[in-house]
């Protein structure tokens, strides 16, 4: 077979199989320098962005915000692909990132959600044990996990249970049984330009992290056309606005590719041609296509959410 930009980046037979069994799968060095610096300077923009516009606490928008020691702390960024910056969807639009999505979701793969997660300085507070979203199983739903800081074991780092994804877990039980030490649990230890990809059923969680530095994470979840279009919580047409982010991606990072002097062939994108979508307007508008709906995940602390 011929090696092809796109070929050259899916996943291999052994990489699937062990994400299948046990639930994540670690990508080291999955994300080039140059672009991993890039994301760098774009999430302290928007994360200045957001102090600027901080709302009461739990306020709904796109800087999501806490209240500990007294005082407002941020610590998510939603939509990323519309606070100004062209390096979300260049990333979005990378074989780096479209070969992980097409090996796990197939070719009809709908980019769901994107958002940048963070510890703050000095804020290193503990996300619980949880499973983002619990759903049938009846098709692959995860989250490419995109690290642009260190992230060190035995610091806080993200920790996560192989195998528990197979079914939605007690996660208060499990939590009052052993709290941070579940067992089989292990600590993912993580540096800039790695790749966590997790299924969202399983169990993970961070505790609080040491020595104060910033943690930045972007997350963007994938799903397969056929699983949204069975089982929802979305419409056909919030599918197709969501999939027109795809060819706006590619294009990002072709014209980002021949800036920096490195045209490549493109990523070649094969959705069915009955899902592929055409442009509706102008692309200040397909950069936010909101969520009316989640697929409930499991809390603890929260209930389920």
């Not at 479209?98 to 793969?109: D, H, V």
Request: charged share 25%; hydrophobic share 40%.
């Amino acid at each position: 077979m011929t090696t092809t930009q796109t070929s050259r980046h899916l996943l291999d037979h052994d990489q699937v199989r062990f994400f299948d069994e046990n639930g994540y799968l670690v990508l080291r060095d999955r994300i080039p320098a140059d672009l991993v610096d890039d994301l760098r300077r774009a999430t302290a923009e928007w994360m200045d962005q957001g102090r600027h516009q901080a709302g009461p606490p739990g306020e709904e928008g796109d800087f999501k915000f806490a209240f500990r020691d007294g005082h407002e702390v941020m610590f998510r960024v939603d939509y990323v692909h519309s606070k100004g910056s062209a390096v979300s969807l260049q990333l979005l639009g990378s074989p780096h990132v479209l070969g992980i999505a097409e090996s796990l979701a197939g070719p009809n793969f709908v980019p769901t959600y994107e958002s940048l997660v963070f510890k703050a300085e000095g804020d290193g507070a503990p996300i619980e044990w949880h499973q983002d979203a619990v759903h049938p199983r009846n098709h692959r739903i995860f989250n490419v996990d995109i690290y642009l800081d260190d992230s060190i074991a035995g610091e806080g780092a993200l920790r996560v249970v192989p195998g528990s994804h197979r079914a939605a877990a007690d996660i208060c039980a499990l939590t009052d049984t052993a709290g941070w030490d579940l067992p089989g649990a292990i600590e993912v230890e993580m540096r800039p330009g790695d790749v966590l990809v997790h299924d969202t059923m399983i169990v993970h969680g961070s505790p609080a992290t040491q020595g104060n530095r910033l943690r930045r994470t972007l997350y963007y979840e994938f799903r397969p056309a056929e699983q949204i279009l069975v089982e929802g919580p979305w419409d056909a047409g919030w599918v197709d606005a969501r999939l027109r982010l795809v060819p706006l991606g590619l294009r990002a990072y072709a014209d980002r590719q021949a800036a920096r002097g490195e045209a490549a062939e493109p990523y070649r994108w094969r959705v069915d041609e009955s899902l592929r979508p055409a442009p509706a307007g102008g692309a200040a508008e397909e950069l936010r296509i909101i969520h009316d709906a989640h697929t409930p995940g499991t809390w603890c602390s929260a209930g389920s959410v």
